[in-house]
Structure formats: C-alpha cells, structure tokens
C-alpha cells in the first residue's frame, strides 16, 4: 500500500515516472493498471539506489 501511494504521487511530480503514467495511459490501460506499472518500476529504482547506495537524480 505504501508503495503504491508513492508511485501515486510520483506519477504526478516526477517527470520521468509521468510520462511512463501517460504513455501506459495512451495505450488505453486503466488507472489503476498504470500506476501499478509506475509503483513496480518505483520499486526497481528504490532497489537500485539502495544497491548502489547513491542519491536518486532525476534524469529527462
């Protein structure tokens, strides 16, 4: 749950994990099927920082 009401949030301030939304959006899949793709990709990128032990920077 938690997750998800990241990628929520995510979906509408980062840029990137925005236009992955829309994209899913654009190739007609509910919402909530996007954003469960968005919180999966958060998820991946959370694992990837935690791995790395970097600062998340948002690339365009």
């Known amino acids: 749950k938690a997750l998800f009401s990241a990628a929520l949030v995510a979906s509408q301030h980062d840029p ?3 236009a992955f939304y829309e994209k899913k959006r ?3 899949k509910h919402h909530l099927t ?3 793709a968005v919180s999966r ?3 991946y990128i959370i694992f990837a920082i935690l791995k790395k032990n970097e600062a998340y920077e948002i690339r365009q």
């Open 34 to 36: 996007a954003l469960g």
């Open 26 to 28: 654009s190739e007609g």
């Open 41 to 43: 990709k958060l998820c």
């Open 16 to 18: 990137v994990l925005k």
